[in-house]
């Protein structure tokens, strides 16, 4: 069965810092694998998404992300985290073969906390 | 801003009573999924229409129902409803059908509904 675990509801980190965001995933077939933000009273906006190909992707506001195949592992990185930065972060995976083609499935969301 | 536009932003009704949840995707995709994003459960997938037909359903109740019309907005259809259906509902759209490798969902900003 496809699914996604964000093992921390919360991650706080200082400006200037580096982020992670940690996310493992598992799917009958290949991993198509994303992560998404949402602000408060906003919906989700698409932050990256990894296919195939160079295991390090990058996104949007100076996002990246790192796919482990052996580790089942897709963590959002950014080098130095902003204040604005905070939010609650979804990583999402979709299997590439079966009835479920198509079907995204979350995380239950890490909130992201970046203190001044 | 996604390009996805729903309506209303906001819903309060009652119990027993029903709604409609609307939705219009980007210029040019031609599947609608919908989700339902509440403190329990999640971000769940609920159903997708891809050019008019069905193409894959989730946890949606019976209660719900959805269609996509030939200018390809969407509504979602609520009757009978519970306290537990207070949520956000997102809906979101992508170009194709769901099975292209590098095909991506955007979002928009969801309807809140509160059963009262």
């Known amino acids: 069965a496809q699914s996604v675990a964000q093992p921390e509801d919360q991650v706080n980190v200082a400006e200037g810092n580096p982020l992670t965001v940690k996310c493992t995933y598992s799917?009958?077939?290949?991993?198509?694998l994303f992560w998404y933000v949402q602000y408060p009273n906003r919906g989700l906006q698409f932050l990256l998404k990894?296919?195939?190909?160079?295991?390090l992707v990058k996104g949007s506001y100076g996002f990246e992300a790192e796919f482990n195949k052996s580790q089942t592992s897709f963590h959002l990185k950014k080098p130095s985290a902003l204040v604005s930065d905070s939010a609650l972060y979804f990583c999402?995976?979709?299997?590439?073969?079966?009835?479920?083609?198509?079907?995204?499935?979350f995380g239950r969301g890490t909130q992201l906390t970046v203190w001044p | 801003d996604s390009g996805v536009t729903q309506t209303p932003k906001h819903l309060i009704t009652a119990t027993g009573q029903r709604v409609t949840l609307r939705c219009s995707p980007r210029?040019?995709?031609?599947?609608v999924y919908w989700y339902q994003q509440s403190l329990d459960q999640g971000l769940q997938f609920l159903i997708q229409?891809?050019?008019?037909?069905?193409?894959a359903k989730g946890n949606i109740l019976e209660r719900f129902s959805a269609q996509q019309f030939p200018d390809l907005h969407s509504e979602l259809n609520l009757s009978s409803l519970e306290l537990g259906d207070s949520a956000l509902y997102f809906c979101?759209?992508?170009?194709?059908?769901?099975?292209?490798?590098?095909?991506?969902?955007?979002f928009g900003p969801g309807t809140r509904l509160l059963v009262l």
């Open positions: 990894y296919i195939t190909g160079d295991n």
């Open positions: 799917v009958s077939g290949n991993p198509y």
């Open positions: 999402a995976v979709r299997d590439d073969r079966g009835s479920t083609l198509g079907r995204l499935y």
């Open positions: 229409y891809y050019n008019g037909e069905e193409r």
């Open positions: 210029s040019g995709d031609l599947s």
């Open positions: 979101a759209s992508s170009v194709g059908g769901g099975g292209l490798a590098g095909e991506t969902q955007y």
